[in-house]
């Protein structure tokens, strides 16, 4: 169901009538369209989370945790399609009707999503849950009613993650290209390199999580990326082109040493497998 609410309204978008032709109802329709794709996004990456860390061993659940979260970073895809075509087409071009074509192509990306999911068994963890009469007839409802202080430290665990994830990989190239007094013509190109190298780090610190302890890597993670940013993110708005690329190279180093066990943090708060899921996704959601 994820992956169709993620596809649709993705194909939809590429389909919209513009404000100059049915006005203010293109704008209602597009916010609709993206909140359909918010919520469905929020149980896709959360139920793969879920599923691969009941599955895997139990001694590399920080690296396969953190492998999800690589494999599933289509903000890499994205920026690389941005890049593309300010490279094939012109800004006018785009604006006009270039910039339908990468909503109208997602759905055959998650053609290739739902083969994929179709011959996936399900977890061990679950079925036990399952046979043993332990599913909640409305596992949201419980989770809301019983488990709040776990809510409330997932959405303040995953805050720190998902905004520092977008400000260094959505926000930061927009501000560099379009925003900033001199911008930076390869602030895109820059940002595809230093959220690759991140991943790297990423697996990197996935890898120790397992090795030492997730808590352990959070916490000397966490504080290392904190003062990096504290320190580099101010130069961003004036540095030359080289400059900026080393600043993003050690934000993106930090946030990846800080990210590898972040999911197996999360998940481990989480010891019901009969509502492990929704409330995860409704942490991430929130």
């Given at each position: 169901?994820?992956?169709?609410?993620?596809?649709?309204?993705?194909?939809?978008?590429?389909?919209?009538p513009?404000?100059?032709?049915?006005?203010?109802?293109?704008?209602?329709?597009?916010?609709?369209?993206?909140?359909?794709?918010?919520?469905?996004?929020?149980?896709e990456?959360?139920?793969?989370?879920?599923?691969?860390?009941?599955?895997?061993?139990?001694?590399?659940?920080?690296?396969?945790?953190?492998?999800?979260?690589?494999?599933?970073?289509?903000?890499?895809?994205a920026?690389?399609?941005?890049?593309?075509?300010?490279?094939?087409?012109?800004?006018?071009?785009?604006?006009?009707?270039?910039?339908?074509?990468?909503?109208?192509?997602?759905?055959?990306?998650?053609?290739?999503?739902?083969?994929?999911?179709r011959?996936?068994p399900?977890?061990?963890?679950?079925?036990?849950?399952?046979?043993?009469?332990?599913?909640?007839?409305?596992?949201?409802?419980?989770?809301?009613?019983?488990?709040?202080?776990?809510?409330?430290?997932?959405?303040?665990?995953?805050?720190?993650?998902?905004?520092?994830?977008?400000?260094?990989?959505?926000?930061?190239?927009?501000?560099?290209?379009?925003?900033?007094d001199?911008?930076?013509?390869?602030?895109?190109?820059?940002?595809?390199?230093?959220?690759?190298?991140?991943m790297?780090?990423?697996?990197?610190?996935?890898?120790?999580?397992?090795?030492?302890?997730?808590?352990?890597?959070?916490?000397?993670?966490?504080?290392?990326?904190?003062?990096?940013?504290?320190?580099?993110?101010?130069?961003?708005?004036?540095?030359?082109?080289?400059?900026?690329?080393?600043?993003?190279?050690?934000?993106?180093?930090?946030?990846?040493?800080?990210?590898?066990?972040?999911?197996?943090?999360?998940?481990?708060?989480l010891?019901?497998?009969?509502?492990?899921?929704?409330?995860?996704?409704?942490?991430?959601?929130?």
């Amino acid at each position: 169901i994820s992956i169709f609410m993620m596809a649709f309204p993705t194909f939809l978008t590429g389909c919209l009538p513009t404000y100059h032709q049915i006005g203010i109802a293109s704008t209602l329709l597009l916010v609709l369209l993206r909140l359909i794709q918010g919520l469905s996004v929020g149980g896709e990456i959360t139920g793969a989370l879920v599923y691969v860390l009941e599955i895997c061993p139990p001694n590399r659940r920080s690296l396969f945790g953190i492998l999800v979260q690589v494999s599933g970073s289509g903000t890499l895809l994205a920026i690389i399609v941005e890049a593309t075509m300010r490279a094939v087409f012109t800004d006018e071009q785009i604006y006009s009707w270039a910039w339908r074509l990468p909503f109208l192509s997602g759905i055959v990306v998650a053609g290739f999503g739902i083969w994929i999911r179709r011959a996936l068994p399900v977890s061990g963890e679950f079925m036990h849950s399952k046979n043993e009469n332990k599913l909640k007839e409305n596992p949201i409802t419980y989770v809301l009613w019983n488990n709040k202080l776990i809510i409330l430290v997932l959405v303040c665990h995953l805050c720190v993650t998902g905004s520092s994830y977008y400000s260094i990989y959505v926000w930061l190239p927009t501000f560099l290209h379009e925003l900033r007094d001199d911008p930076l013509p390869n602030a895109y190109a820059i940002t595809v390199a230093v959220m690759i190298v991140g991943m790297v780090f990423g697996i990197f610190s996935g890898w120790l999580g397992d090795r030492y302890s997730p808590i352990r890597v959070l916490l000397i993670g966490g504080v290392t990326y904190l003062i990096v940013m504290v320190i580099c993110m101010p130069f961003l708005a004036t540095a030359n082109e080289g400059i900026s690329a080393l600043l993003m190279l050690m934000i993106g180093i930090s946030f990846g040493l800080y990210s590898g066990p972040t999911s197996v943090w999360a998940l481990d708060q989480l010891t019901d497998a009969s509502t492990r899921y929704s409330a995860l996704g409704i942490g991430y959601n929130i």
